[in-house]
């Protein structure tokens, strides 16, 4: 069975701070593909990053970034110099690599709030 | 290029009603996929379909709820009977077909619909 763990449900800061939400996960697949989605105020799910198990290469797009580290079942994600707009509800996934079945195995969410 | 397509995008209804939340997924996307999120809550899986088919049903509730995704049309998510434990937002994803080398497609989510039950 495949687990998603955001351990932290609430995280406030103040614009340009940097800040860091936690995911760990759990499965029993050796290949697999991880996920962050932001969902804004507005409420719909807006795709960030998806990353496959194999690439262990750490990712940088802009103010975010990403920690991928396979042998504590980790991927965090990093937003630099926070901004107000960075206030939403951020969602780590799971899903499988391979076969026709991609569903979605997702944490609980972790709530950003961004004050300026 | 019209991205995944949902509606109504709020719906409500009384207790003992029904609710038909409709899915129209990306052109040439051939899989479907519901999910639920509760309120305070992460969205969770609910069925994977493909045209005239269900995949994986292993999230549905076992009562009131079905889904369908026929040859022509939206996939359709139909809650019979509805309570007020059925409010939450149902999120609709789609995917291509599978990659000849097995590696599976992301998916691309519509921006839900609400389900309000009174």
């Known amino acids: 069975a495949q687990k998603v763990t955001q351990a932290q449900t609430e995280i406030s800061v103040v614009e340009k701070e940097d800040v860091t939400l936690d995911c760990v996960y759990e499965?029993?697949?050796?290949?697999?593909?991880l996920f962050w989605y932001k969902q804004p105020p507005s409420g719909e799910l807006v795709f960030l990053i998806r990353?496959?198990?194999?690439?262990?290469q750490n990712e940088i797009s802009g103010r975010y970034s990403w920690n991928f580290q396979k042998s504590t079942s980790s991927f965090n994600f990093t937003i630099t110099a926070s901004q107000v707009v960075d206030s939403a509800v951020y969602f780590c996934?799971?899903?499988?690599?391979?076969?026709?079945?991609?569903?979605?195995?997702f944490g609980k969410g972790i709530t950003l709030s961004v004050r300026p | 290029n019209a991205g995944v397509m949902q509606n109504p995008r709020h719906l409500v209804r009384r207790r003992g009603q029904e609710a038909r939340l409709r899915c129209s997924p990306m052109?040439?996307?051939?899989?479907v996929y519901w999910y639920r999120q509760l309120p305070e809550e992460g969205l969770k899986f609910m069925v994977y379909?493909?045209?005239?088919?269900?995949?994986?049903e292993s999230g549905m509730p076992k009562e009131r709820f079905s889904a369908e995704f026929p040859k022509e049309g939206p996939s359709i998510l139909r809650i019979q009977q509805v309570v007020r434990g059925d409010s939450a937002a149902y999120f609709c994803?789609?995917?291509?077909?599978?990659?000849?080398?097995?590696?599976?497609?992301?998916?691309?989510f519509g921006p839900g619909t609400r389900l309000t039950v009174t």
């Open positions: 994803a789609s995917s291509p077909p599978s990659r000849h080398t097995g590696s599976s497609y992301e998916q691309y």
């Open positions: 499965t029993r697949d050796t290949t697999y593909y």
């Open positions: 990353r496959n198990s194999f690439d262990e």
């Open positions: 996934a799971l899903s499988a690599f391979t076969g026709a079945n991609s569903k979605l195995t």
């Open positions: 052109k040439g996307h051939s899989h």
């Open positions: 379909l493909q045209k005239e088919n269900i995949i994986d």
